[in-house]
């Protein structure tokens, strides 16, 4: 099997079988948005404990690229501080994705970071700690 389709039946697997899938009605962070070319939607709820990720959900609807983005991502997610999710970009997740896209499967691929950061810089609960 080559690598390339390898990585499609991951990405299959996690449309299919999303992890993180759901909503966390008390979550410090939370986050949605649309992608209006193609229909998708996603909406992300992230719990903080002194800096860190410590639980995050997705819920959403739409493409197979979109979905099995955010379920990967928010795997990633857990653990990870909210200044190391800052540093995430599309090479990050197109690694993680492990496929090429064009110009709209990126838009897709790239939601789901896009609601991430909107929710973590939309919110100024957590300064950093030189401000302090």
Not at 8 to 35: F, K, T, V
Not at 61 to 74: R, V
Not at 113 to 129: A, Q
């Amino acid at each position: 099997m080559k690598m390339d389709e390898l990585y499609r039946e991951l990405i299959l697997d996690h449309y299919q079988h999303p992890h993180n899938h759901g909503e966390i009605p008390d979550a410090d962070i939370s986050a949605e948005d649309a992608n209006p070319l193609c229909g998708d939607k996603i909406r992300i709820d992230i719990k903080v404990k002194d800096n860190i990720v410590a639980d995050v959900k997705f819920n959403g609807k739409g493409c197979a690229i979109s979905q099995a983005s955010a379920s990967m991502l928010t795997d990633e997610l857990i653990g990870k501080s909210l200044d190391e999710i800052k540093k995430i970009d599309k090479d990050f997740i197109t690694q993680m994705l492990g496929i090429s896209l064009g110009p709209s499967r990126i838009k897709c691929a790239l939601l789901p970071l896009k609601v991430v950061k909107s929710g973590i810089y939309g919110i100024n609960t957590w300064p950093d700690e030189e401000d302090e």
